[in-house]
T-cell receptor
């Protein structure tokens, strides 16, 4: 079946540091890939997505590229802010209605 | 603010009891999905409803059931509660449900504790 493995946290960074959260997936077909974010006290929000190989999703300064050859979808941001502190979830969908999530990575950005 | 609300916020039940969780979707959203998120884990898909019919189901037993109503509200029912059912239950709504072309909006969740 399909599954997502993402970097374990917690991750603690200083403001303006570079952030990378690794995500790899296992799927039988060609899934769509997603990053969701959960800010403290809020519900899950879609951060970005990519629906086919070599697509790059981007939003709020975050980027992730769908790499079929390495089955990866790593999340990156060049300069984090305190407001980026959140839990980040990598997810995939093979059938366009069901999301399979990773375990989540907690990111804390210090001023 | 996603426009998706859930009630109650917290709930405590004992093993063997039954529980009903409620979700109110954005107006016009014909699709609702339910997820279970255990502590420290990612959400797991329970099922999806589209226009009041179950559209897909994850690896959850039949004691997890749902209803969707024409007024964009929905329910998750869990019978014969077990300790492992303790989790945050999330609902998510979307216009038609296709994840590649549509966006799911998640509610804040209901925290269920089974003692």
């Amino acid at each position: 079946g399909d599954s997502v493995t993402q970097m374990e946290g917690p991750v603690t960074l200083s403001e303006e540091a570079f952030l990378t959260i690794n995500c790899t997936y296992t799927a039988t077909g060609y899934p769509s890939l997603f990053w969701y974010v959960q800010y403290p006290g809020e519900g899950l929000q879609l951060l970005l997505k990519a629906t086919k190989a070599d697509d790059k999703g981007s939003n709020k300064g975050f980027e992730a590229t769908y790499r079929k050859e390495t089955t990866s979808f790593h999340l990156e941001k060049g300069s984090v802010q305190v407001s980026d502190s959140a839990v980040y979830f990598c997810a995939l969908s093979e059938n366009d209605y069901k999301l399979s999530f990773g375990a989540g990575t907690t990111v804390t950005v210090r001023a | 603010e996603t426009g998706v609300t859930q009630s109650p916020t917290h709930l405590i039940k004992t093993r063997g009891q039954q529980v009903t969780l409620r979700c109110s979707s954005q107006s016009g959203h014909n699709t609702v999905s339910w997820y279970q998120q255990a502590l420290g884990q990612g959400p797991q898909f329970i099922f999806q409803y589209y226009r009041e019919e179950e559209n897909g189901r994850g690896n959850f037993p039949p004691r997890f059931s749902g209803l969707q109503f024409p007024n964009y509200s929905s329910e998750l029912n869990v019978n014969a509660l077990e300790l492992d059912d303790s989790a945050l239950y999330l609902c998510a709504s979307s216009l038609v449900g296709g994840l590649t072309t549509d966006t799911q909006y998640f509610g804040p969740g209901t925290r269920l504790t089974v003692l």
